[in-house]
């Protein structure tokens, strides 16, 4: 599932590239499909590599999200203890 997750990711910064709005909602919905609804479902290790991934691709807004459900994540996990 990963290679298409990131096929659809290629093909959506050409879309957002190219300015080609259908194909950029298409896209998005395709992955929003595939993105598992809730971060709990990933592994820390996942998150931490789209956390670089993101940042890689100076996507900020998402680079925020990761970063915020990886701290509560952390938060979560040391007030189970």
């Known amino acids: 599932m990963s290679e298409i997750y990131n096929e659809l990711k290629t093909q959506l910064a050409e879309a957002k590239e190219a300015k080609n709005v ?16 809730d971060p709990a479902d990933q592994s820390t ?12 691709a100076k996507n900020f807004s ?3 999200r990761l970063d915020n ?3 509560s994540r952390a938060a979560r996990d040391e007030n189970a203890q």
């Open 69 to 71: 459900d990886i701290k």
């Open 45 to 56: 290790d996942d998150l931490k590599a789209e956390l670089q991934a993101a940042y890689d």
């Open 22 to 37: 259908a194909e950029v909602v298409r896209l998005s919905n395709d992955l929003k499909q595939l993105t598992p609804p």
């Open 62 to 64: 998402e680079v925020v």
